[in-house]
C-alpha cells in the first residue's frame, strides 16, 4: 500500500515557476514507477511525466517537454515536478500516480489527492 500527497501547487503568472512534491508513504518507495498527471475543468485526466524507480528514465508529453522535469529522490520518498515557463493552459489540478510497472498511461494503482495549478495571463 502506498499513500501519496502532492503539495506545491498555487497560483503564478505566465512564464512563472513552481516546483510540486509528492511525498508517498509506506515501504518500497524506491521499487515504483511514478508519474504526474493533470486534469483541467471539463477535460479528462492527462499524462505529464514519468520516471521509472531508478530517476534514470522519464518521459514527458509532448506540451510539456523543455519546460517541466521530472525527477525523484528516493532517499526522502519524495517526487518533484519542476515547471517552468508555465502558460495559461497548464492551469489545472496535479496528482501524482505509482505503480510497480513503469507507465504512461493513466492505469496507475495508487494515486494521490492533487494540488491546485493556477496560471494567469
Known amino acids: 500500500q502506498v499513500q501519496l500527497v502532492e503539495s506545491g501547487g498555487g497560483w503564478v503568472q505566465a512564464g512563472g515557476s513552481l516546483r510540486l512534491s509528492c511525498v508517498a508513504s509506506?515501504?518500497?518507495?524506491?521499487?515504483?514507477?511514478m508519474g504526474w498527471f493533470r486534469q483541467a475543468p471539463g477535460k479528462e485526466r492527462e499524462f505529464v511525466a514519468a520516471?521509472?524507480?531508478?530517476?534514470?528514465?522519464?518521459d514527458y508529453a509532448n506540451s510539456v517537454k523543455g519546460r517541466f522535469t521530472i525527477s525523484r529522490d528516493n532517499v526522502r520518498n519524495t517526487m518533484y515536478l519542476q515547471m517552468n515557463s508555465l502558460k495559461p493552459e497548464d492551469t489545472a489540478a496535479y496528482y501524482c500516480?505509482?505503480?510497480?510497472?513503469?507507465?504512461?498511461?493513466?492505469?496507475?494503482?495508487?494515486w494521490g489527492q492533487g494540488t491546485q495549478v493556477t496560471v494567469s495571463s
Open positions: 509506506g515501504r518500497s518507495f524506491s521499487s515504483y514507477a
Open positions: 500516480a505509482a505503480d510497480r510497472v513503469y507507465k504512461l498511461g493513466r492505469s496507475y494503482e495508487y
Open positions: 520516471t521509472d524507480w531508478s530517476g534514470r528514465t522519464s
